[in-house]
């Protein structure tokens, strides 16, 4: 990519949650934008958002949106991911892709700044930002990599958003019917039976994703194999469960790492302190440690509850938590976009 003073952008998916907060990180961040142009699907065209004191229109996406942008941000799902992409390079844009649809292509970089810059010098044209889950734990993995990463078991606890905004209403729209005695159950949330759904609101649900042949779900799988790819640890093992529960921002995670070597609290904590935008947040006896609310909003990774096992000297286990949508998602996205302009030439 061209060196430039400034740079000319698009986002495809504007009008979604991620896709905001894509336009408000870069305004938020200073990137230095010459103009950019919102791009989504014709039903949402139209729809007027602000950057900078100024009224931008959505438009609808179509091959010209694209003419003369350097780079462009997409955020609307992983079949306009495919479509588009390709359309998008062609016209010389670089794309850094929020979704699932070129994560594990062997010619794609997938990318944390934090932890694999380095991967960025050999795209062709299509960068893809990891899976929301997958970017705050490799964060925390990488700095402490030097330990021997031998095995990783994760729990999540996945806030709705993660599904977007129609998972956020419905949740509402739960609390509000549970709270009134009416029936608390959308059509949102994992189908149980042909004809049920399971209730989100003051629930627990053990499915993030649709279920695979071997047992886990497709987010479980995300983690399994994106970290794998972003970590360059191919033979690293995982072992993922993935949970939704009711929060609307923020996803927690609870780790347990095993490393090829006798590992102490002590040097786990010195390493997590000074990790690129890792907060340690370490203090069980104040009630100091993450939780979603304490990330909402922030670009950091939280990591705290930081204890050894209590049979296994190479055992240490933490909880993890970020911001699904920002450092999830648009943040990450920034990241990369501010990781290319500093690469230019």
């Not at 949402?44 to 179509?62: K, Q, Y």
């Not at 209730?199 to 695979?212: E, G, K, R, S, T």
């Not at 050894?308 to 909880?319: I, N, R, T």
Request: aromatic fraction near 6%; proline fraction near 6%.
């Amino acid at each position: 990519m061209e060196r430039k003073n400034r740079y000319r952008m698009a986002i495809l998916g504007a009008t979604g949650a991620v896709g905001r907060r894509m336009l408000s990180t870069l305004e938020r961040r200073g990137v230095p934008v010459e103009d950019i142009r919102l791009l989504a699907s014709p039903r949402s065209a139209g729809t007027t958002i602000s950057f900078r004191g100024e009224d931008l229109v959505v438009e609808a996406v179509s091959p010209e949106s694209f003419e003369g942008v350097d780079i462009a941000l997409f955020s609307a799902g992983a079949s306009a991911s495919a479509e588009w992409a390709p359309v998008a390079v062609e016209r010389g844009a670089v794309v850094i892709d929020n979704s699932s649809a070129f994560r594990m292509h062997e010619d794609v970089p997938l990318v944390v700044p934090e932890v694999n810059p380095h991967a960025l010098a050999h795209h062709r044209g299509i960068i893809a930002n990891p899976n929301c889950s997958t970017i705050q734990l490799v964060v925390v993995l990488h700095a402490l990599r030097e330990f021997g990463l031998e095995h990783v078991t994760i729990s999540t606890y996945q806030a709705v958003s993660g599904m977007g905004q129609r998972a956020i209403d419905a949740l509402l729209e739960e609390v509000q019917r549970t709270q009134a005695g009416e029936s608390d159950v959308t059509t949102v949330f994992p189908v149980v039976k042909q004809d049920r759904h399971v209730p989100m609101a003051f629930n627990v649900v053990p499915q993030c994703d649709i279920f695979l042949d071997n047992g886990y779900t497709k987010e479980e799988m995300k983690l399994v194999n994106e970290s794998r790819k972003i970590l360059e640890l191919p033979s690293l093992r995982v072992t993922p469960t993935a949970v939704r529960v009711p929060v609307l921002y923020g996803h927690a995670e609870s780790v347990s790492v095993r490393f090829q070597q006798p590992v102490t609290v002590e040097q786990v904590r010195e390493r997590l302190a000074n990790a690129e935008n890792v907060v340690l947040v370490d203090d069980p006896a104040s009630y100091s440690y993450p939780h979603p609310r304490l990330a909402e909003g922030r670009g950091e990774t939280f990591v705290g509850r930081i204890r050894q096992d209590l049979d296994d000297p190479c055992g240490v286990l933490m909880f993890i938590v970020a911001d699904n949508l920002l450092k999830g998602a648009a943040w990450n996205a920034v990241q990369i976009a501010e990781k290319l302009m500093e690469m230019a030439r």
